[in-house]
């Protein structure tokens, strides 16, 4: 085991204090500071050295490549060695998950700039490999939900790689002495936000993930086993970069336009016909297998006799009628629920999927008949084809259980229940009263992309334990581009939490500057920079905001090359305001003294 590597504990940690493994690292890290800082000739002592967070907003691939190009020039600069914590939403998580496979990435930042460059603009991730991780993810997890689709089908088309690394494994490749910034990334818990109560800020790090106001964690290797009363119960596998990259970065756009991108990924994957019939063989094969040698393997012990009793056993061929009847319903099904989100008529597809239905088991007594509320076709719209769906995948699970039919209803019904992120609650049934009363009441706890109620990690490196004196906040946001900060001080208002006054000059909003300086009594100081303004883009601001839109397809390599490069200016152009608030901030904590 690596030395920076964290003990692994079955234990929830219920304190405010830093986890002492991140604690080792800050200290480490703060001295590597100290001779940065004296290279770019501010002098101070190692006391007086300022806590420094640089914040990555959301934003999908324009914030992937936008922080990675602000992350090169900070090198170049020679800023990026005074950066104490790197904290991203959404999109910059993403980047972040990309240049931390790197050892020690800081100082081959160019390097690996190309390498991803070269990977983002390639070819994508496999349909046999989507497959291959999916059936992963569906067999290995406890709780499969939107956020293992989402990573398999959307996050790989974006960042063009299965990374399997765990976040444990990833930084135990980085020293102790603070070579890099520490990384937090972060998302909200879902039940949280939507009922204004508890803590909804929730932060992974290398070593605990856990509830950042609150101050309850439980160790990076831990998150999603099974808990109980405080205490682990169940271990599951720890997440891989893959899925956290999907946790955190699943809020391109609104619902609707999710659900659409959504729908049309799973039919365009299972439309693959031979390999799904291919991979119901193999399925079927193996299953034979084992109850030939008495031999079931982890997990589908108690699934198997199902399995193999499918009511129709004569017909479980994957190339016997019934098989493929199923497989157009399931088809025609997704149309269905396509044909729903932009108000085309479904009365076609749902006449057909009954008479397959029918059709299927007129043998019996009763036949498969497609029945319950909501069910008549002039009625499939957004809020019936929830139960439709779920009636449909109810009736087909009982024919066929096969991967990657079986998998397939799940995901057709956790798209119908709007399912992201569940993962076993660490603190269901602990006592104390530090911990909310919502966040001790369920078995599991959903979480989603920090983006849909803030999109910058402010809360993350708000912690006071942290200790922070400047945050350099990079805003690759789409629409207000102070929303964020704005949003941030409204919030630490209400929660008693220090930060200064957010005051944006009038027009600001449609043509803003490339930097904004907010500063107050006891509050760290926070520096704003919006990704596209007047100073890197001149008059044509709006061209870049339509040129680089959060909710579309992958860039190619001169959109990226270009958006490194306009990111990149933002730094480049700001060097002396940023050398002089580093300076600043030596000051104030040397006053503080």
Known sequence: MSASKPQESG???I?????????????????????SLKKLQIDCTQDEVPNIALLGSGGGERAMVGLLGSLVQLQKTGLLDCILYLSGVSGSTWCMASVYQEPEWSSKLETLKDKIIKRLSGPKVSWKEAFAKLKKYYYEKDHFSLTDIWAVMVITSFVKEIDEHTLTEQWSQHSKDGKVPFPIYTVIDKKCKHHNIGDPWFEITPHEAGYSLTGAFVDASNFGSKFHKGSKKNQQGEFDMLYLQALCGSALADEVEIKKLLWQNIKDLFQQKETVLEEMGKEQNEMRLQASAGNFGPGSGENLPGL???????EQDPNSPAT??????LMQLMDMNLSTLTGEDTSALDESIRTSLYDLTKGQNPPMLLMGPGCAADEADKTNMKGYSLNVCNKLSGWIQLWPFDAWTSI???????????????????????????????????????GLLLNSPYFSVL????????????????????????????????????????????GHSEVPMDFYLFKGQNTPTVIHIPLFNMVNCGDKIEAWRK????????????????????????????????????????????SRR
Not at 482 to 499: D, G, H, M, Q, Y
Request: aromatic share 8%.
């Open 11 to 13: 234990e929830v940690r």
């Open 463 to 506: 912690r006071k334990e942290r200790h922070i004196d400047l945050i350099i906040s990079l805003d690759f946001s789409e629409g207000d581009p102070f929303l964020t900060v704005k949003e941030a001080a409204k919030t630490c208002k209400e929660l008693n939490i220090p930060f200064p006054e957010v005051n944006i000059p009038q």
């Open 308 to 314: 193999l009793n499918l009511g129709a056993p004569e």
């Open 547 to 590: 040129k680089y839109t959060t909710f579309q397809g992958p860039y190619n390599a001169e959109m990226i090359t270009d958006l490194v490069e306009v990111a990149g200016k933002n730094i480049i152009n700001n060097k002396d305001s940023l050398l002089e608030e580093i300076r600043a901030a030596v000051g104030q904590k040397g």
């Open 324 to 329: 493929d009847e199923c497989y157009q319903v």
């Open 15 to 35: 304190e405010p204090s830093l986890n002492k493994n991140e604690a080792e690292f800050i200290d480490g890290r703060r001295k590597s500071v100290l001779q």
């Open 412 to 450: 057709i019904k956790c798209m119908n229940q709007w399912t992201w992120g569940r993962n076993h609650n660490f603190l269901h049934n602990v006592t104390g009263e530090a911990v909310p009363s919502i966040l001790q009441e369920t078995e599991t706890r959903d979480y989603e992309d920090a």
